[in-house]
């Protein structure tokens, strides 16, 4: 809704388009046009639920001690990549798994600096006169903005291969994730 009054990024080269955010065709079918006051109000309501949220549940991790199986290590990345290999079923041996595999502690880690990042270039491109310094540590409104937009789409690809991940997983995995423990079959 916000975007729409202002839709200028686009993946192509020169005069070459080869995908615009968004096609008209998107805005029409969610009826999303003339709509940018009440984007707006949406946007800052979830947007304090988001950021709320967010600190809670990073304050949790800290004073719980949880920070301790999220935070990648050296191993992480070589790890990750076999995690990565795994999944799509292109090596055999599962890799080394603790609380969560290292491509979950880059994922679950990314993430809580991605929402960091939302909230300093949201504030950045909310007051760009008043917060002057903080838009120029963006590289300017422009660059702020297209930082801010490109995070939510990091998010929406985060949404998507995290459900398909829990999916995956099956429905137990699922119901401890919101329950928080397990049930053991022991028969
Ligand atoms: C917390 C997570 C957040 C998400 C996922 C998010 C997402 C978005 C998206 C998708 C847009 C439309 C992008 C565009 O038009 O370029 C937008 C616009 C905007 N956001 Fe956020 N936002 C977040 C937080 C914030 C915060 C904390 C602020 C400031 C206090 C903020 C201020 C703004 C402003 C002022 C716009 C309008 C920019 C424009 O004129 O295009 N946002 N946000």
């Not at 990345?77 to 969560?100: G, I, M, N, S």
């Not at 999916?167 to 423990?181: E, L």
Request: hydrophobic share 50%; aromatic share 20%; charged share 15%.
């Amino acid at each position: 809704m916000i975007y729409w009054a202002n839709d200028v990024y686009r993946l192509g080269w020169g005069n070459t388009t080869l995908l615009k955010f968004f096609p008209q065709s998107f805005y029409q079918a969610l009826q999303l046009e003339y709509k940018l006051a009440s984007g707006m109000a949406f946007h800052f309501v979830f947007m304090w639920i988001f950021a709320i949220n967010g600190l809670l549940y990073f304050l949790y991790t800290i004073f719980s001690g949880e920070w301790k199986y999220l935070v990648p290590d050296k191993h992480s990345f070589k790890e990750a990549w076999q995690v990565l290999l795994h999944d799509l079923r292109l090596r055999k041996t599962a890799p080394p798994q603790k609380k969560y595999n290292a491509a979950q502690k880059i994922a679950y880690s990314a993430i809580v600096v991605m929402g960091l990042g939302s909230v300093l270039t949201g504030l950045a491109i909310y007051k760009p006169i008043q917060f002057g310094w903080l838009c120029a540590l963006f590289g300017g409104y422009e660059f702020a903005r297209i930082i801010h937009f490109t995070l939510t789409i990091g998010y929406c690809l985060f949404f998507i291969i995290h459900i398909l991940q829990v999916i995956r997983a099956g429905w137990s995995n699922f119901r401890s994730m919101v329950t928080g423990f397990e049930i053991e079959n022991k028969i």
